[in-house]
């Protein structure tokens, strides 16, 4: 049987996959239906390959990461029971990419990208997942849209408070300075009623 390779190239990531059609599920000879092996290349970092479940993995934390990003909410995707975990770093536009390996004794590779690197990876990631000549049933779950409340987050509890902070405090400000300063003198009064009623002008009586 021969094998399949296909090749995803941006300018600082290039991936490369291999494996062979499934002949039982009727593939394409020009198909990977079984994924042999996978190998990722980035500028400046050795490479790195793995089985279908780094790939996947690394599919399910880095592509959703990157999504969150540009809706402006930085979170970090991945744990101590995935293969690859992301997360932002202090420095602005930069993301340290964890792979963990498999094998018993092996330290993680910790790389750590910037936004055109990100960019890159995410594109390749992309067209593979796209690509119809693959044909794997991904297990990673399907992108959302973010909640309400993780759109809500992404804006500084500052932020979000000080307009109405700094609205309800002017509004107490000025009840605070109408009670305190007195009123002009003779304001609140009505004036007195006269005293004598003036005299009314006396009519003569007819002749």
């Not at 092996?106 to 995410?122: R, S, Y």
Request: net charge negative.
């Amino acid at each position: 049987m021969q094998k399949n390779s296909y090749r995803y190239e941006q300018t600082a990531a290039r991936l490369v996959v291999e494996g062979y059609p499934d002949l039982s599920a009727s593939q394409a000879a020009d198909a990977i239906g079984i994924l042999s092996t996978w190998k990722l290349q980035l500028v400046g970092a050795p490479e790195v390959e793995g089985t279908r479940d780094h790939l996947e993995s690394m599919m399910s934390v880095v592509m959703p990461y990157a999504r969150y990003r540009l809706s402006g909410v930085c979170r970090s995707f991945g744990g101590e029971s995935r293969f690859v975990c992301i997360q932002p770093v202090a420095s602005e536009n930069r993301h340290q990419l964890e792979l963990r390996s498999s094998r018993e004794g092996v330290q993680p590779l910790q790389l750590t990208i910037d936004d055109a690197e990100l960019a890159d990876l995410v594109r390749c990631l992309d067209r593979l997942r796209l690509d119809e000549r693959i044909r794997l049933n991904w297990s990673f779950p399907a992108d959302r849209p973010l909640t309400r409340q993780e759109i809500a987050d992404r804006i500084p509890i500052l932020r979000r408070i000080g307009a109405p902070l700094l609205g309800g405090l002017a509004l107490a400000a000025s009840l605070a300075i109408a009670l305190i300063i007195p009123l002009p003198p003779g304001a609140d009064e009505t004036p007195a009623a006269s005293e004598s009623t003036p005299d009314l002008p006396s009519r003569e009586p007819e002749r």
